[in-house]
Each structure stands twice: as C-alpha cells, then as structure tokens.
C-alpha cells in the first residue's frame, strides 16, 4: 500500500460515525469486521482513523443497497488484504446475479403472455399417476418435472395455498387443471424472482379473484423497479470503492 494509514486529519470513531448516522460501536465493529482498515492508537490506548477510513466507510455503505450487507463486507475485506482481484470477482457475481434475475423477469412476462394450457396424454390403463398426464388435468410428476422442481415442493405449495388441485375420487391422486397449472408456473417463476411463499399467495389470490393475470402487472413493476435500483446501486457502489482505492494507491 503506497499510504501511511495514519497520516492525515486525525478522526475519532463518533467523528466518522456521525456523518452517516451510525453508532460508535459500529465503527468498532466495521473495524473488527475487516471493512475498515485497522485502526491507529493513541499513546492511551484511543481509535483513530485518518480520511482513508472515512473513504472505506463511504464505499461500503455504497456497496450494502446493491451487493448486501455480506457481499459488501467481503469486498471490502478482499481490499483492504490487498487482493483486488478477489473483490473483482465479487463484484462480477452480483452483476450476473442482477442479470439473471433480469432474465428471471423476462422469463415471468414471458410466462404471463404465454400460459395457454399444454395437451395432455390420456392416462392408460396400468399407468403411472406420477408419469403421465390425464385429459382433464395433469398429476404431480409431471407437472413438477415440467416446472424442474421435486414433487415435495409442489406438495409445499399446496400448503401455502399456491396450488389447490383436486382430488381423483377413485384413487385420491391429486390433479391439476389448467388454472392450477397457470398458477404452479407463475408461483415457480416469482420464486426464481427473489419472492417469498406469503407474498406468492395473495397474488395468486387475486388473480383467481379476477379471473385473469392484471393484477400480477403490479408486482412486475414493482420487481423492474427493484432491478433497476439495485443496478444504479451497484454504479454508485462502484464510484465509492473505485475513490477508495485510488486513495490507497
């Protein structure tokens, strides 16, 4: 590193932690976390930091809103052990999870475009419910191979009140019909989007209230929106830690 840590202005703890709201003891902790550089001592023993922390600090907090609170600390940590090339790569795992995700939405407008119910075999006699597909519904097995998920998840589902397939009177087997199918798969891509199972449900809820996919538009807005900031996020992240480490040299 070509900067003595503790050259420069002189700052105490609650010096770098007013400015961003923060609590002394979080200085400490973003210290002792590795987030910051280590911190230079008085002849009593007192923290202090010079504007080379102020800048970790700033980058950091720049980084939590769009890699997180883990991800952020490993990429500072990576930098201050001067290995650059770890946080890098950090750096560019978020950025192909933000384009996944991405790809992840277009695949749920795609799915609400395109939900027309799939033909499915007539089950045969001596058949397999976990295998094929009957003429008014399809059963669990393929149903989840179709959707790439374990039937258990599907049964998972069900508890939540994502999927309410009907039981076969003759052999109890459960059968999904097309608006369970439409469900399944728009529970299937919203949980690719980062949703939890309680926030599934009441969507799905009201499109069977409304007897369509309208009020999902709602939701995908929100989610877009929640892309695109993560995104900006990530650019101002990236002019925080770039300052940060020109000033370490």
Request: hydrophobic residues 40%; aromatic residues 4%; positive net charge.
């Amino acid at each position: 590193m070509g900067r003595n840590l503790q050259s420069g202005v002189r700052l105490r703890p609650v010096d770098l932690a007013r400015g961003h709201g923060l609590s002394t003891q979080a200085i400490r902790n973003y210290e002792e976390a590795g987030i910051l550089p280590a911190a230079g001592r008085t002849p009593h023993g007192y923290r202090t930091y010079t504007s080379l922390h102020a800048g970790a600090l700033r980058a950091f907090l720049a980084l939590v809103p769009g890699h997180g609170h883990q991800t952020a600390t490993s990429i500072m940590r990576a930098v201050n052990q001067d290995a650059a090339e770890e946080a890098f790569r950090l750096i560019d795992e978020s950025h192909a999870q933000l384009l996944d995700d991405r790809r992840t939405l277009q695949a749920v407008e795609s799915a609400l475009r395109d939900l027309e119910p799939t033909p499915t075999p007539e089950l045969g006699a001596g058949t397999e419910p976990a295998a094929v597909s009957g003429p008014s519904g399809t059963f669990i097995g393929p149903l989840a191979g179709k959707l790439g998920i374990r039937p258990a998840t599907l049964r998972k589902w069900e508890t939540a009140g994502l999927v309410r397939p009907r039981r076969d009177p003759r052999t109890g087997y459960r059968v999904y019909d097309e608006a369970d199918v439409r469900d399944a798969r728009l529970a299937h891509q919203l949980r690719r989007g980062g949703y939890l199972l309680e926030q599934i449900a009441p969507l799905i809820a009201q499109v069977r209230a409304a007897g369509g996919l309208e009020p999902l538009e709602a939701a995908l807005r929100d989610w877009q929106g929640r892309l695109s900031a993560r995104g900006r996020a990530m650019l101002t992240g990236a002019a925080e830690l770039e300052a940060y480490l020109r000033e370490r040299g």
